[in-house]
């Protein structure tokens, strides 16, 4: 009895689900498999191309395919022909790594008009190796989703928005401080953004967002932005603020430690709505140039992630990390990740700073503290994450919650070696005074995944 033919017979929708699960290249060898699936992938409405895994001029394809691909062509021109092959509206559109070229700006642009004529563009997704140049964005109406990475862009003549547009992510972009402010003014449906490592063309970046529907807004500052801040948006959820490599921020002229601590201080107090908010360490240690205490609180967090150098803390950064606890009296999940900066150096004066701040620390840290609200009646967990299982860097700070989190339940140490160290952790542990009689500890290697647990009423 003949083999039935099973899968050629499938429904086209069923056809299509399959070949969107394959990469671009074997979507298209699919129409050599018979007569039924000989045009099944020109009706992708998604399509996703990395330039170094989708050699769409690969000359190892199967029989009977049209050569719509050759080895002369470039790659972007591939593309451009790809998508022209498209018979629907393409609703999805990913373009990875594009090829350095000195042609590649004019063939972009033109890739992304054939995009316009289509029609239909939701997701718009654009990551490059390096800048192309500069390319204007296109006026996708019913576009929901725009990722830009790494390019100079500007808006069309007479635009007038995304009005579906929900989600912006924007990192190390080049765009002029109208086209941007236009573009997020007339964004009122975003939900989502992402600004990290951006910058105007000529001048500052400064933007004051307005968004009625913002519930993520992520904010990567370097030296290039003036002002950035977020007026009352009822909705906010989630804010994420970093800031790297201040020291080499700083080295450009007209930019000062206190005009940055300033603009950190403004941003945060704007988002002091959020209930979860990430800080990385750099936050902290510019948070610590302004006046202390603090003038705002946070009323409505209940989760904060933290990131702390422990290798380069001060009294100053201390100070700080208090006062900022004492704004947050409801928080209730803290995640602090201690991060190491010494550990990368070879310098024998590297280590002995690094000694000096760990003995400070434990005169600072490892003692009861007052005036802490969420330590008093709300923090019940606490999530402490290192590189290595460390007694002298990051004891203390595993300390100062054990001695303060009156109502702590679960303190969870994460780590990715020294697990042979473990034996000194939990002794050094089993030694300190814990207000909570319910608080258990956990180890969980980070690496291994595996968890050792400790109870502390034991």
């Known amino acids: 009895m003949a083999e039935v033919d099973r899968i050629s017979f499938l429904p086209l929708e069923i056809k299509l689900s399959i070949l969107s699960r394959l990469r671009i290249k074997y979507a298209v060898r699919t129409s050599a498999l018979a007569h039924s699936w000989r ?8 399509l996703c191309l990395n330039s170094e895994q989708d050699l769409l001029g690969d000359t190892r394809k199967p029989p009977n395919i049209s050569n719509i691909f050759t080895v002369s062509t470039s790659w972007i021109q591939c593309v451009h022909r790809l998508v022209s092959s498209l018979l629907g509206p ?3 559109f990913q373009l990875f790594s594009f090829p350095n070229s000195d042609k590649r700006g004019p063939l972009l642009q033109s890739l992304l008009d054939l995009l316009l004529q289509k029609g239909g563009v939701q997701t718009l997704d654009l990551s490059f190796c390096n800048n192309p140049g500069k390319i204007h964005l296109p006026w996708f109406h019913s576009l929901q989703m725009l990722r830009l990475s790494r390019c100079h862009i500007a808006l069309p003549t007479g635009f007038q928005g995304f009005h579906r547009l929900e989600t912006l992510d924007l990192y190390e972009v080049e765009i002029s401080n109208d086209d941007l402010n236009l573009l997020l ?3 009122k ?14 001048n500052p970046l400064s933007v004051n967002l307005s968004l009625p529907l913002l519930r993520h807004p992520e904010f990567g500052i370097n030296e290039f932005v003036e002002n950035m801040s977020v007026d009352s948006s009822p909705c906010l959820e989630h804010a994420t603020i970093t800031l790297r490599h201040v020291a080499i921020a700083f080295s450009f002229a007209g930019y000062s430690l206190q005009k940055l601590a300033r603009m950190i201080l403004q941003l945060v107090t704007s988002v002091a709505m959020v209930s979860s908010l990430k800080l990385d360490f750099d936050v902290l240690k510019c948070l610590s140039l302004v006046a202390l205490p603090f003038n705002f609180t946070i009323p409505q967090l209940r989760f904060l992630m933290l990131y702390l150098d422990v290798d380069t803390m001060d009294q100053r950064v201390y100070d700080a990390f208090f006062w900022l606890l004492r704004s947050m009296p409801f928080l209730e999940e803290l995640e602090v990740e201690l991060l190491r900066s010494c550990s990368f150096l070879e310098r024998d004066d590297d280590y002995d700073q690094a000694d000096r701040v760990a003995i400070l620390m434990r005169e600072l840290l490892v003692k009861k503290h007052d005036g802490f609200a969420c330590l008093e009646r709300t923090v019940t967990s606490v999530a402490i994450n290192m590189e290595t299982l460390d007694v002298i860097a990051s004891f203390a700070w595993i300390q100062f919650f054990l001695l303060n989190a009156k109502g702590l339940k679960l303190l969870k140490i994460g780590y990715f070696s020294g697990g042979d160290l473990m034996p000194s952790f939990i002794e050094e542990l089993q030694k300190a005074d814990v207000p909570s009689s319910d608080a258990k500890v956990m180890f969980f290697n980070r690496d291994t995944r595996q968890i050792t647990n400790l109870c502390m009423n034991d």
Do not use: D, N, P, Y
Request: with cysteine; aromatic share 4%.
């Open 189 to 202: 449906k975003l939900t989502s953004l992402m600004i990290t490592k951006c910058q105007a063309s000529g």
């Open 185 to 187: 003014l007339t964004s």
């Open 39 to 46: 045009h099944i992938w020109t009706h992708l409405s998604c």
């Open 90 to 92: 393409l609703l999805v």
